[in-house]
């Protein structure tokens, strides 16, 4: 049996061991997937073992999702932070220069004041954010736009605790949450179209749900992926 195989968009690392019964195991933070297999089990049946766990699997690696981009920040030397669904290791550069954030090999270097406080910190880190969003949503609203014939007249950014975006129809103006910069791309274009979609039906209803199904037919499953 090899290292490691994969089921869809997952790798399951393989550990032969001394057992009598198979497990499996999904861990933290990332969602990564252990199997664990009796020395003497054939090949197909720990493949088979795997499958039928795979919608297990999947909500197992949905819970440390939350888990992983709701957790208290520290904004500290080694923490794991992310953008646009890459995962970074923060560096704290203390010095008396210009404060900010930027990324090399791989590397979230946060340049800030010596002794500087957890809350300017955040603040920084919340900037970063919204620069990286205020840079990448525009795209989305041009490519949407024609799709859907429809128009865009604004868009803000703001920190949100319930929701992930809301639209002012009348005004023809979304807002988008702040912590969309963390997620994946696919997920902020989900919530952009979600958004663009109520300047053609204002509520929840039937052909709201039908407008997303034709213009985003995946949307179901990045909705999953945010909650």
Known sequence: MPDNISIGNTEVIIN??????????????????????????KE????????????????????????????????????????????????????????GVNIKDNILRLSVKTNSS??????????????????????????????????????RIRKMKTRWGTCNISKKRIWLSLMLAKRRPALVEYIVVHEMVHLLEAGHNKRFYSLMDHFLPQWKELRKELR
């Open 16 to 41: 032969r061991k001394k057992v009598k019964n198979l497990s499996i195991r999904v861990l933290p933070p990332e969602g990564l997937v252990k199997l664990t297999v009796p020395l003497r089990m």
């Open 44 to 99: 197909e049946e720990a493949l088979s073992f795997v499958r039928s766990k795979e919608a297990w699997i999947r909500k197992q690696q949905q819970k440390l999702k939350g888990i992983v981009f709701n957790r208290p920040l520290t904004y500290s030397d080694g923490e794991i932070h992310y953008l646009f669904g890459k995962e970074y290791v923060m560096r704290i550069i203390e010095s008396q220069g210009r404060e």
């Open 118 to 155: 957890t809350e300017e910190r955040e603040r920084l880190m919340e900037n970063w954010y919204r620069q990286n969003l205020g840079t990448n949503v525009p795209e989305l609203i041009r490519k949407w736009e024609p799709v859907m014939k429809v128009k865009v007249k604004e868009f």
